[in-house]
């Protein structure tokens, strides 16, 4: 935590930052370890401040790090204290990650004088390289997800409802640990495959469909996201087409994914696989994401993305083929960057018939 607070500090004055609020909580809980604080203010020079209201003072108390806990009452605002804690210090310019709109007209109307400067990307490519802490998490959340993989597979049988699946699913990776699932889990049958973001219904799985399940756990805070396409069956051509051009594609996204490549370049290489076979107007959406302590961060992989790829990204590589009125196939994985190689943390069966 003191490493993280203080290069976050130390990139104050190069951005010539008098101070930084954080009002994200979850970069909050990345700078302190503590969860349920309101806001949190830290000045180039002095000590570091987490305001929290009653509810969850002592929790975040024995939590905090690298900060002094300070105890709102009710009716506070923590960036109106913050306001009137450094009106004397009159500071030119105060950076922030993200701020609402109430937030941020009380700070300006308290700060007079004083440049609010929307500073987001400080925290953001913190975030982004993991550190071994960081890496360890998300190992045991992609070990869990694999296990609840492996309770769908059991699982899905003719008649069978989706939100059954999802549900064996989340209790098998809750009983061995996982503080709840990552997002909500995806089981999406026949037509319903060809909706990315198909979420689970009543409806009943049957046989030579495609069935996309969408899984994350989540331990210490920490995500994995893996997708795979299942089907009960014999699939016909084109379904075996549509699955093997997808498995290509990821695999040469996962071959691309290296240190110092632009992140739309791996976008760029699965695309380019599903364009030859045919199928490119049916591919919707960028190829990954950062992953961590949300299931979507920085970096982006699609084809406006600027970034390029560090020791210790953690993305996802999930190409995917959706046909309406037909059905659709992805495949993800939750991908670890090294020096000279990148690293599938999830490692669930690829294949395509259960």
């Known amino acids: 935590m003191k490493s993280r607070i203080q290069t976050l500090k130390n990139s104050l004055s190069k951005n010539k930052l008098d101070g ?54 009710r009716s506070e605002d923590p960036f109106k204290k913050i306001a009137e804690q450094n009106k004397q210090l009159k500071p030119k310019t105060i950076g922030f990650d993200t701020l609402n709109t109430l937030s941020y007209l009380t700070l300006r109307k308290a700060l007079k004088g004083t440049r609010l400067k929307p500073l987001n990307k400080l925290i953001q490519e913190l975030r982004m390289v993991k550190d071994p802490s960081e890496l360890a998490y998300m190992k045991k959340a992609a070990e869990l997800t694999d296990i609840g993989v492996k309770a769908a597979i059991d699982a899905m049988k003719v008649g069978v409802r989706e939100y059954e699946v999802a549900a064996e699913i989340e209790y098998t990776m809750r009983k061995l640990g996982s503080e709840g699932a ?8 026949g ?51 549509i699955y093997e051009v997808v498995r290509e594609a990821q695999q040469k996204a996962f071959e691309t994914i290296k240190v110092g490549v632009k992140t739309r370049d791996v976008d760029a290489a699965a695309r380019k696989v599903i364009e030859k076979a045919g199928f490119g107007k049916y591919f919707v959406h960028g190829l990954g994401h950062g992953v961590g302590l949300e299931v979507h961060e920085a970096p982006t992989l699609n084809a406006e993305s600027k970034e390029r790829l560090k020791v210790g990204n953690v993305v996802t590589d999930e190409p995917g083929i959706y046909i309406v009125n037909y059905g659709g196939a992805r495949i993800e994985d939750t991908v670890l960057v090294h020096k000279d190689r990148a690293e599938r943390l999830t490692k669930s069966t690829y294949e395509l018939t259960i």
């Not at 990552?182 to 049958?189: G, H, L, M, N, Q």
């Not at 973001?197 to 996309?212: L, Q, S």
């Open 182 to 189: 990552a997002f909500d889990t995806i089981v999406a049958s």
């Open 191 to 241: 037509v319903r495959s060809a909706f990315p973001h198909g979420g689970c219904t009543d409806r009943k799985i049957r046989k030579g469909e495609f069935i996309v399940l969408d899984v994350g756990a989540r331990w210490n805070n920490y995500r994995a996201d893996l997708t795979r396409t299942f089907m009960i069956g014999k699939p016909s051509p084109k379904q075996k087409k």
């Open 20 to 73: 930084y609020i954080v009002a994200n909580e979850t970069n909050m809980l990345y700078l302190t370890e503590a969860v349920g604080a309101a806001g949190l203010w830290i000045p180039s020079k002095g000590e570091n401040l987490l305001y929290v209201y009653g509810v969850n003072y002592e929790s975040v108390k024995a939590t905090a790090q690298e900060c002094k806990v300070e105890l709102m009452k």
